[in-house]
């Protein structure tokens, strides 16, 4: 069973500075930059990696210290894991939604093999998902050479030598959704999604890296709707930024080059707020720079 009855939206902003967010392996690992608008776009495949890491890591969700307690989507000996290696660690679907607490969250497909027990074949939708994320503003990608730690072969004078990219400074945003219609098919529970919360603000501030140190949680918001199967959606279209400077866009370089125009999500609050039951700024880094704090209820 699940305890989630209401639907909610989450608002979730991050920046990264001089670092890659989310490199693309078809494109030399480069940054992902939407040609067309000049801004960075950050999967939410990249999101859910950092919040299964965070699990993993901080909140003991590795079969190890608690078996009912696990990421299914997961690296084992560094190496990925075939579906039919990972379906060793459950015997039955409710085994699975019980254990995997990603499964509950982000949904998952259970691939045993073909010769394998028909009870373990099955799929989820999940409850949570998110958007594709992307900076509220056009960024600077950056090209950079270095040497390596190593020499190329045995006697070399000179080491090898690396080439990578990053980009200067990127306010990241992303929007989701906690359907509450999904959430009885993977049994989620609010607990489930108050790990969510901190795995979503405390695993982006312990992306440590050498590729994505540089990472800062700045902005999570939780709206939740008393009208069933309703929500607002295109939170992030009613964000936008604001400096007093002549900087450009692509020159910025820290939070506190510029402020987040908030008016028009306010607006977009009051006008729905009969069918919001509450509104929740879940943290808020004391650096971000609003032009009016987001209303709460």
Known sequence: MTD?????????????KKCNPNGDPMDNNRPRIDEETGKCLVTDVRLKRTIRDYLM???????????NKDIFIRDEDDGPV?????????????????KFID???????????NNADKKKVFNFTGPVQFGMGTTLHQVKENFIKGTGG???????KQKTFREEYNITYGLVGFHGVVNENAA???????ADVDLLLDAMWNGTKNLLTRSKKGHMPRLLVQITYSEPNFFIGELLERL?????????E??????TDFKINTKKLNELLTKHWNKIEAIKVINQDERLQLTEQIKTK
């Open 4 to 16: 989630i009855k209401k639907r909610s939206e989450l608002l979730f902003l991050y920046d990264t």
């Open 57 to 67: 890591v901080a909140k003991g969700y590795n079969g190890k210290t608690d078996g």
């Open 82 to 98: 075939t579906g039919k290696k990972r379906s060793e660690a459950y015997k039955t679907k409710d085994e699975f939604l019980t």
């Open 103 to 113: 499964a509950r969250l982000f949904g998952a497909v259970s691939a045993p093999g």
């Open 150 to 156: 190593f020499a190329n072969k045995e006697g070399a």
């Open 184 to 190: 009885v098919h993977t049994q989620l529970m609010q």
């Open 240 to 248: 936008s930024l604001e400096t007093e400077n002549d900087k450009r």
């Open 250 to 255: 692509e020159q910025y370089e820290d939070v």
